[in-house]
Structure formats: C-alpha cells, structure tokens
C-alpha cells in the first residue's frame, strides 16, 4: 500500500497561482499519479496524471495550459501547480496513486487504488 499526504490547499482570487503537493510514502512501487477534484454537489473528476516513470502527462481539457503537474521522485513527491485559477476550479482535490503496471496515465478514479485525504481550494472571483 501507499500512503499519501497532501498539503493544505487554500484560498485564492481568480487569476491566482496556488502549488499543492502530495507525499508518498510505503514500499509498494507506484506507476502513476494523478490529481482528481471534487466540487459540490458534483462528481469526483479527473484533473491530471503523471506516469511516475517516464513522467508523461494527462490532463483534463478544462486545466490544459493552466495547470502543470509534476513530480519528483526522489523525494516521492507529486506536484500540481495550478495557474489562472477561476471559481470553477474550486473544489476539494484529491492526490491518487495507481500500483498496477501502465505506461498511459489512468484518467478514471477506478484505475487508482490509494487516495489521500483531500485538501481543500476556493477560488473566489
């Protein structure tokens, strides 16, 4: 298994920049990560991924060129810097990690098998 912390969201106007990260730690080998979202009233989506060998992205439409994630791996650390942010963007953000052998990032939540606890964005306009 593996365990996953994330750091704390926070608050921004639209047009703001926020860094989330995510730690890794278990001796289970991970393959890919990803970060989801989840809004309320609405459904887990999918946000970004990162195959944590060859460090190929996935991202959704909504965040491409805006967002950026990204990884290091020897600090078994996953990353997501969020520009331009927008209200829309506001939603609690999830950190996953997939140990099932893939080189194409997995953009469904079924696909990942460790969460973190989540971490809270509000963007306000």
């Known amino acids: 298994q593996v365990q996953l912390v994330e750091s704390e969201g926070g608050l921004a106007q639209a047009g703001d920049s926020l860094r989330l990260s995510c730690a890794a730690s278990?001796?289970?080998?991970?393959?890919?990560m990803a970060w989801f979202r989840q809004a309320p009233g609405k459904e887990r989506e999918f946000v970004a991924a990162?195959?944590?060998?060859?460090?190929?992205?996935a991202y959704v439409h909504s965040v491409k060129g805006r967002f950026t994630i990204s990884k290091d791996n020897a600090k078994k650390t996953l990353y997501l810097q969020m520009n331009s942010l927008n209200p829309e963007d506001t939603a609690v953000y999830y950190c996953?990690?997939?140990?099932?052998?893939?080189?194409?990032?997995?953009?469904?939540?079924?696909?990942?098998?460790?969460w973190g606890q989540g971490t809270q964005v509000t963007v306000s306009s």
């Open positions: 996953a990690a997939s140990t099932q052998t893939s080189i194409i990032p997995p953009t469904t939540a079924f696909q990942y098998n460790n």
């Open positions: 278990g001796r289970t080998s991970i393959y890919n």
């Open positions: 990162i195959n944590w060998i060859t460090g190929g992205p």
